[in-house]
């Protein structure tokens, strides 16, 4: 055997990039496994799979030292950013506790917000709010009960741009008068050229409770059954 073909470097190299590949997967793998919900792997997972990659590198075309320096920056750079992401959702939580606490005190208060949900007691009337954002040369009101079948429905004609109200007197398409519950409505418009525009409806009803949602911001539990945001609030009464 020559001296030359103790150092094929075909043999060699595909030898190494085989090992390399093989401990590398099985080192990523571990990884992985571990790490089961995507985030950053740990410091001491990274060295791990550094000291494979090294070990099983081709010996005749090693990685260079500023390869391995950038690797190490790049993953501190990384780990810097999972960081201080970390410390934000913190921020965000505390910052959600603490408006949960100072919401406390609308319990019991009657508050507008955007929504599309009221109450109505049978025998009395239902005021609804809403906002054109301009002129309007027709404008049509339906009213849904819990169902969400239409119970009631009428054309306003026109109106002009800015905040109106409408009064339901409980009476259904029909005739008949509507049983005492919750119900939504919604307002359809046209602009002069007969274009749709898109109202702005509001849900007028007293703050009963107080949940999160699943980020954690705060909601407010109406006595009309719907649920809204704490930063659709637009009036507190």
Known sequence: MS?????????????????????????????????????????????????????????????????????????????????????????????NQATLGSAVNMVGASVQASGNAFGYSSGGTANVN?????????????????????????????????????TWDGTENGGQAAPSGNYTFSVGATGSGGAAITPSTFTQATVTGLSTSSTGAVQLELSNGSTVPLSSVTNVN
């Open 3 to 95: 001296v030359n073909s103790l150092f094929a470097p075909t043999t060699t190299t595909n030898n190494a990039a085989s090992v390399a590949s093989s401990a590398a997967n099985t080192a990523a793998n571990t990884a992985n496994s571990s790490n089961p919900n995507g985030s950053l792997v740990s410091a001491t997972t990274f060295m791990q799979l550094m000291v494979q990659q090294l070990e099983n590198q081709d010996p005749l075309n090693p990685q260079s030292s500023s390869d391995s320096l950038a690797q190490l920056a790049q993953f501190d750079s990384l780990n810097q950013l999972n960081s201080v992401n970390s410390n934000l959702q913190t921020i965000v939580s505390d910052q």
């Open 130 to 166: 809403y906002s054109l954002p301009q002129n309007a040369s027709s404008v049509s009101m339906d009213i849904y009960n819990s169902s969400g079948n239409l119970v009631y429905n009428t054309n306003l004609g026109a109106q002009n741009s800015g905040s109106q109200s409408f």
